[in-house]
């Protein structure tokens, strides 16, 4: 199995070169922001609580994230592979992702971080606000609370991998289509 940890912060572009590797490979895109935009908009009991904590641009609780992700890899047992988008956010995720997959006999193949400035990525999500319709994407305080929750919370998931000698980052700056070069080159070799 081919399992891609995608990270980056918020902006990085990690849900557009997703689409790019699910149609070459076949894997099945995991993406929590995504699913949990879906519960919100099915107004289920965790989508009405996500919300709050999404429109300031806190982190979601680790066991809502985690127990959504379970049921997907089980929906999904005959998949080449998976692509995490957005997860884990934390190191508390990334242990609880490594024992998921562990107990289903597979494991994370490698992490591909992007990295692109700050000052881009406000620059970036500001003008996804202009159209995506996301009240975290509109509001230039929400959008350095997420930077920041990505900083403090998020970044040190990079040192977990970093340890079990799964991490490569490559440059998030350029054409879509040079950064998915990119991430294939990251990939062959796998
Ligand atoms: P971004 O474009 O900022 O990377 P996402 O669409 O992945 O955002 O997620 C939007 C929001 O959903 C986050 O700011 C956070 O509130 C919540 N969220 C998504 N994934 C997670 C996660 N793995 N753990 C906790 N919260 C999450």
Redesign the pocket.
Same mark, same amino acid.
Do not use: N, Y
């Given at each position: 199995m081919l399992n891609l940890v995608l990270f980056g $912060?918020?902006?990085?572009g990690?849900?557009t070169q997703s689409q790019n590797l699910i149609e070459k490979f076949g894997l099945i895109h995991l993406?929590?922001?995504?699913l949990?935009?879906g519960e919100i908009s099915q107004g289920t009991k965790l989508g009405i609580e996500?919300k709050k904590?999404?429109d300031e641009?806190?982190?979601?609780?680790?066991e809502?994230?985690i127990g959504m992700i379970s049921n997907k890899l089980d929906a999904n047992k005959d998949a080449r592979g998976f692509i995490f988008?957005?997860? $884990?956010?934390?190191v508390a995720?990334a242990e609880a992702l490594d024992n998921l997959l562990e107990s289903k006999g597979s494991a994370i193949s490698g992490m591909i971080a992007l990295e692109v400035t700050d000052s881009e990525l406000e620059q970036r999500?500001l003008k996804r606000g202009e159209t995506s319709g996301r009240a975290?994407d509109a509001n230039p305080e929400v959008i350095r609370k997420?930077i920041k929750?990505y900083n403090d919370k998020t970044a040190p998931v990079a040192g977990f991998y970093k340890k079990q000698d799964k991490f490569k980052s490559i440059n998030g700056i350029g054409s879509i289509d040079e950064i998915f070069a990119s991430i294939n080159s990251v990939i062959e070799a796998y």
């Open positions: $912060p918020p902006g990085a990690k849900g993406s929590t922001g995504d949990l935009r996500a904590l999404m641009g806190s982190l979601v609780p680790d809502v994230v988008d957005g997860f $884990p956010r934390t995720q999500l975290d997420r929750e």
